[in-house]
């Protein structure tokens, strides 16, 4: 217990040392996770769109499929996209391993299941009229969409959230494409990885308390912003 | 069976020495080892910790320090092999054919060559610190990467963006085949790498199998355990040396023409 | 106009509801579609919006101006929900989609948008939530979002089920007014009221078939 | 690419061997991530219907916590749980450290975030009336929750995968508190880092693969059950 | 009995939609609620059935039998949504929701569901998913899903507005007859019918009042 006391005020002093080598990793961290999000976002729509609304056939076995992707270890994405973008495979012309560009694409490719399969099972929880109401009344295609996730903004969000929280705290990926070089690519999870590795436990859990406090900053923000939107339905 | 917890580095464990040993003690002795591979540094905390019973570490220092501290007690010497400094087969910071690893190292400073650290406060990385002071250098030049990662993942490092780097002979062996680079510099003094084996200090915990910690370190520097440790061949290449008792001569240290 | 021929349509396997062999509309009539509860009513109209694909037969609508000749084509034919569905923000922001939808900005939006509030009884309601509206406001503001957009047909599915005697009125007096704009009207309605009472033609669903003008009488009583 | 071909041959190769080492591995990757996701699933449900239909002071800023412990890396936790229960911690008497109950321990940490705020999400989308609805006719207050959740049976299905991908390809949590020690604590993704550790990248994709199967045909099981079950409302 | 005293209602800082000093019902009798279209109708059928807390006053239901007192007490005093919440299951699987809640098994359940769909003309659609029913089959199942319970009170909201002609006579023979096995009823509809017109009592909600027997000519009309 004494030790975990001292290692959360350790923790304090070290966000609030403003400590320049402690916020270029998590400049690095914010920075490859959030363009990750962004990146994969519409695409995530998209798919989840067409799972949810359209019907063809192996509809079922698609969805099932991004189910399933959800359960791909980091690290096997990591050792993918690692013999892609080698030396000897067949992208090394692109000299991508060892960036945050590699590990942006890493964590897009972590985010993507998971934001699909979440959006999909909101999307498809909108009552249909929804769309056609919009569509009849002169909505286009992408306006009707857009009206589809502003009716289903908290899932949305929840979506959004879920991927962050996995793609932020992940390690396995980023380490294996980022190569945690210092003042390069090395994020709050990789540096926790490390000090561990060296069995300096207090300072990664100090690190691994930074990592939350800014998602809770983060998540508090967003709650505002999503005001108090429950139901008040009386009919 | 009776459980003995032994921490160990990761290059030990990944060459194989393990599993290659081990069967062998536990066929005549009641106990069963499990096997807990981890850094150098995080090995000697779960000692520390009484997490497990015994540790089988190479960081001479660090295990100074354990011992004195009384995290634990009887360190033996096991074996030894060597370190080796690799870097891509052009050799564009031209360190080649030395046997000097000091003059190596400050050559890579001053053409500020590509170079891969493992800055992981590991055996391997205490080595390289200690040369770079030996070379009156501060690692801070122009190609210098610090990866905090294990021997392995710096090794694909190096030879995915041809620098050079200082690994464990173990390793290197093990995984020479998937890298394109060649070793620079072998044989030095300043190369050594000793293995000791450590028993957690029994006094400090209860309930550490320490009878059955003892009776391992005691099978690994027997007669018995020695000569499987010097028979011990890695794509036919020797890999330990066992030196239990020696007082171990650094310049015997093994080459890969062995 | 429309020109429907050899309709039938129905759910899963089981028998079609109705069939239509043919049925021609010139477009211009007020109309009251009646028929019994599951009778298919609901369903006759998404078809004829095309909401639906028929099961079989073809539904056309021709236009004397030249445009697109397929529904759903917003604006044009227009199918109003039996319980509509209103979208999750301001009673006001519902109609302001629809003038965005369709291009009007600035000040012709909002004029049009605050017009239709107070001819729709909704001024006073113009902030509220639209999913806390009671039952009678919900369907005006339905109604509302539909009139903006003055279409050429509009298909009611029962647009008075739950209004008051008043609103019920009002509602007939715009839709005269939208009548004669030139707006073609089907309404399903189980009650008569002053609105059922102006239409000039009835539409019935009955034994699985569609009766046309076969029952002013019996409606009339 | 050429090397991925013979990677995925391998992987199937292993597979239907039925090498007993494998399945071993699989084994204990399976039974400590299905438990964990049995015993964090009550509680988890019933902490979302707590946030999604009882109005209490802090209830947003409760929401948000729940979505930042979603960003908690696994190394994090697996280093919280260690110093917990290590010889020298706390909870040290129970001698639970490397075992399989001080993973699945974990794991349920980790899982709990994420199926509290998906099914959050869930439950506050389901439409008031249902809930009043059950409690009129009769239903008893758990009666009403399990209503809720039939209703919700979509999101929650989708909750629960994306808890359960998230734990059995974590590693972070899993190689702390386990210990990855053979024919104990090792599982799918420990011997994954593992063999990635030894450069043996082909091996250990082939365990990623062997992951990944198992895990879509526990979904398509899963998507046959849960059916077709798109809406088809037309009022 | 229902007593209420000083109720009054609204929401956020709207004023009251209305303020009921007093009133007191037997608990007997027939009651046709009426009012206009956001006279406040519902939220009235709401606070008597418990689902809201009123903003001011009190509400009282007591009985001649010993049995708990204030509502929501589930099975005496029931409310219907103007929009029933179906659930996302069979018609029959509706029901035997209720069969469950409520204790019964085996051929009491199966019996009783089965006498009530035949009673309520859904038969035909036990199998059918609750959620494609047409807008009066809807109204048709939750009638049925409450009749079911035999409830001391039933509050219905607009029961009858998207019911057809020969649905609307076969509910008021329904409610008839649960009238007179003891069930008090208050039903609010904008329309008249065979089924208001059966009705005892009037409670009209005019100009924020509640005005009991008020307008029992002007329905009759
Ligand atoms: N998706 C569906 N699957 C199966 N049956 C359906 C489906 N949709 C509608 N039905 C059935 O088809 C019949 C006609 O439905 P429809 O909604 O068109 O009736 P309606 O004439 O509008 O009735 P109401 O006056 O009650 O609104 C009903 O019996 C209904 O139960
Ligand atoms: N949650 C809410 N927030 C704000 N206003 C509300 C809310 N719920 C209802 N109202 C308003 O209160 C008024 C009364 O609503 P209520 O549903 O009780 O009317 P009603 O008499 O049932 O009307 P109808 O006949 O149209 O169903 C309406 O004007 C409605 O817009
Ligand atoms: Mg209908
Ligand atoms: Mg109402």
Known sequence: MHELMNTAREALHLLLSFDPALWEIIGVSFRVSLTAILVALPPALLIALLLARVAFPGR???????????????????????????????????????????????????????????????????????????????????????????????????????????????????????????????????????????????????????????????????????????????? | ADIVRLATTTSTYNSGLLDYLLPKFEEDHPYQIQVIPVGTGKALRLGRDGDVDLVLTHAPAAEKAFVDADYGVEPHGVMYNDFVIVGPSGDPAAIDGGEDA????????????????????SGTDKKEKHLWEEADVTPDFKGFRAAGQGMGEVLKMASELQGYTLTDRGTWLAMKDKLDLEIMVEGDTALFNPYQVILVNPQRYDGLNTQGAQALAEWLISDEGQDLIDAFRLKGKALFHASAGEKIDPTSAVHESD | MLEVSQLAHGFGRQPALWEIPYLQWQGHTLVHLRGDNGSGKTTLLRLLAGLETPRQGTIRWTWAE????????????????????????????????????????????????????????????????????????????????????????????????????????????????????????????????????????????????????????????
């Open chain 2, 102 to 121: 000091t003059n190596a190292f400050a050559t890579l400073a001053d053409e500020g060559a590509t170079f891969i650290s493992r800055g992981d406060d």
């Open chain 1, 60 to 235: 079922w076995f698609a969805i099932s499929l991004v189910n399933t992707f959800m359960a791909v270890p980091t690290v096997v994405v990591g050792l993918v996209l690692f013999m892609l973008l080698s030396r000897s495979g067949p992208l090394g012309e692109l000299r991508l391993l060892f960036t945050q560009r590699a590990m942006i694409i890493g964590q897009i490719l972590l985010a993507m299941p998971v934001l699909t399969a979440m959006l999909h099972s909101t999307l498809q929880s909108i009552d249909q009229r929804a769309w056609e109401t919009a569509r009849q009344l002169g909505a286009g295609w992408w306006q009707s969409l857009w009206v589809l996730i502003r009716e289903a903004r908290f899932g949305v969000i929840a979506a959004v959230l879920a991927a962050f929280g996995r793609i932020i705290a992940e390690v396995g990926s980023a380490v294996m494409i980022g190569g945690n070089i210092e003042h390069f690519t090395r994020t709050i999870t990789t540096a926790i990885a490390l000090e561990t590795l060296k069995g300096e436990f207090a300072q990664g859990l100090a690190l691994g308390l930074v990592l939350l406090l800014l998602a809770l900053v983060l998540n508090v923000l967003l709650g505002v912003m999503r005001g108090r939107g429950h139901q008040t339905v009386s009919i």
């Open chain 3, 66 to 221: 030249a445009m697109p000749a397929s529904p759903p084509c917003p604006g044009r034919v227009l199918y109003l929900h039996q319980q509509p569905y209103l979208f999750d923000t301001s009673v006001a922001g519902n109609l302001r989609y629809v003038a965005r939808w369709n291009g009007w900005r600035g000040t012709t939006a909002r004029d049009r948008v605050a017009a239709m509030l107070e001819r729709c009884g909704l001024a006073a309601h113009a902030q509220q939530r639209a999913r806390s509206l009671s039952g009678g406001e919900r369907m005006r503001l339905a109604l509302a979002r539909a009139w903006l957009l003055s279409p050429r047909v509009l298909l009611l599915d029962e647009p008075t089920a739950s209004l008051d005697r008043q609103a019920i009125a009002d509602v007939s007096t715009l839709i005269s007014s939208l009548h004669e704009a030139g707006c073609a009207i089907v309404l399903s309605a189980h009650q008569s009221s002053v609105l059922t009472e102006r239409c000039d033609e009835y539409w019935c669903l009955e034994q699985r078939c569609l009766q046309v003008n076969a029952f002013k009488q019996e409606v009339a009583v």
